[in-house]
């Protein structure tokens, strides 16, 4: 994540096993705590329920893709736009991997979703370690931000937030030891997880910017590692481009369906001044929506003051992406940055008092927020 190389992890040179086991004892743990979620406000709670009843949202749409793979047209329903919706603005690579598991085991996508999400989620918090250079504190909280804290929800059910984390993760680590063609190949898989990974290019671009600096555009051709990692990391997009034209006739299918849900390109700042200044309570809590956008591309200044640049560049475009279709679903679009999420565990981890009140109150958050998605609250969605 940072443009000095990264170190073997001391983990690995010195074999010290809490720093696998924490992580795995915070997962269980966020798996009952959410269950005791589900149970508090349900009379007869079981297992399944608590599957059922967390597969919401975008949960159908990937539910939908596993069961019967893309639509070659759209359906004539439209959430207020002027077209047709369709499942073709959810890209592939996630509900790609809980079909290939159902191929192996006789469950439904939802509780596949449900086993599966949580250990690639676990998987992005062991991975993370190399980011934090022995800062254990930091590292154990990211850990708890990431599986039993305020959105570990998003990371444990049939959304593909988990595999984005666990894939962004190693493409900083590959990146931060320059290692530019893992960092690509990593980069294509996340191209192909969501609409933001093709991103990361300019991540991978930024790292080379700084390792040449001046003699960037001469050094560049005699660099084939860097070349190659540039021109594999949009191939997970272009790959899902060609399914679509196969499918649909239309590359950009995934773009042109968002009319569906009445999207249009706005001003992604006046898009924040807009969703601050409406009332609260309308536009599923726009407020606090902007709130959360603005605090995301804090934690990106905060990146490049430790200049971190890479990682802040590319988690300023993802939010800025995404904040030209409004402020709708930037909770969970600021929680999935994985940097974000670190840098921000790294601030709260300096004071020890700090660190004890963010676990506890990322505990507590797990809680009330699983009731509240439980619910079906539309800031949360």
Request: glycine share 6%; with cysteine.
């Amino acid at each position: 994540m940072t443009s000095d190389a990264i170190a073997t992890p001391a983990f690995i040179q010195s074999n010290r096993w809490p720093i696998f086991v924490v992580p795995a004892v915070l997962a269980i743990a966020g798996e009952l705590l959410r269950y005791l979620a589900y149970a508090s406000i349900n009379a007869q709670p079981s297992p399944q329920g608590f599957v059922d009843a967390m597969c919401v949202w975008d949960c159908y749409w990937f539910r939908d893709i596993v069961t019967h793979g893309y639509q070659a047209y759209p359906e004539t329903l439209n959430f207020g736009g002027p077209a047709g919706i369709a499942n073709w603005a959810f890209f592939p690579l996630y509900p790609l991997l809980i079909a290939a598991i159902g191929k192996l085991v006789a469950a439904s996508p939802a509780a596949i979703g449900a086993v599966v999400s949580p250990l690639l989620t676990l998987g992005a918090a062991l991975a993370s370690w190399p980011l934090f250079r022995g800062d254990r504190r930091a590292y154990y909280l990211f850990a708890v931000f990431l599986l039993i804290g305020p959105f570990s929800f998003y990371f444990s059910i049939l959304y593909s937030e988990s595999l984005f984390l666990l894939l962004t993760v190693p493409a900083f680590v590959a990146l931060g030891r320059r290692n530019y063609i893992a960092a690509g190949a990593t980069g294509a898989l996340l191209a192909a997880t969501r609409t933001v990974g093709v991103l990361f290019v300019f991540a991978i671009l930024a790292e080379a910017i700084i390792e040449l600096r001046k003699r960037f555009i001469g050094e560049l051709p005699r660099r084939p590692d860097i070349v190659l990692g540039l021109l594999l990391a949009p191939l997970g997009l272009f790959a899902f481009m060609v399914w679509l034209y196969l499918v649909t006739g239309d590359a950009l299918a995934f773009a042109h369906i968002q009319r569906a849900w009445d999207r249009e390109i706005v001003n992604p700042a006046t898009a924040l001044w807009a969703a601050l200044t409406s009332p609260a309570g309308q536009t599923r809590d726009a407020p606090l929506l902007a709130v959360s956008s603005v605090a995301g591309l804090l934690l990106c200044g905060v990146l490049a003051w430790k200049r971190q640049f890479p990682a802040a560049l590319f988690c300023a475009l993802c939010l800025v992406l995404a904040l030209t279709n409004g402020v709708e679903s930037m909770l969970r679009f600021v929680a999935a940055l994985a940097p974000l999420g670190i840098v921000l565990c790294q601030l709260l981890a300096r004071w020890r008092w700090l660190f004890w009140l963010s676990l506890i109150v990322f505990i507590a958050l797990d809680f009330e927020w699983t009731i509240g998605w439980l619910h079906q609250q539309g800031a949360l969605m």
